[in-house]
């Protein structure tokens, strides 16, 4: 499983992959059934607050990591991928 930022795209540790909540694909409006994917995905958040919690949370963790991965790039340092932001 790999984590793509603007800094790159860094390997995410078993550890850290396990506890990502599960979420499914957010659809890419370049996508030929962009529209019955997006309502697909619309109607999957509306099933439940859990969902949309599960996608608050992972939302959060990959702001986190962006964040986290420009700094180390930045500062000419290797990134590794953490929980940081999960909970």
Not at 12 to 21: G, N
Not at 37 to 49: G, M, T
Not at 64 to 85: C, F, H, K, N, P
């Amino acid at each position: 499983m790999m984590l793509t930022t603007t800094s790159g795209t860094f390997p995410i540790p078993p550890e850290v992959a396990s506890r990502l909540p599960q979420v499914p694909p957010i659809p890419s409006p370049d996508a030929p059934d962009y529209k019955v994917l997006s309502k697909a995905f619309n109607q999957w958040l509306e099933a439940s607050s859990v969902h949309a919690i599960d996608f608050e949370r992972l939302r959060r963790w990959h702001l986190v990591q962006e964040e986290l991965s420009a700094r180390a790039i930045a500062s000419g340092l290797d990134y590794q991928v953490t929980d940081d932001g999960l909970d």
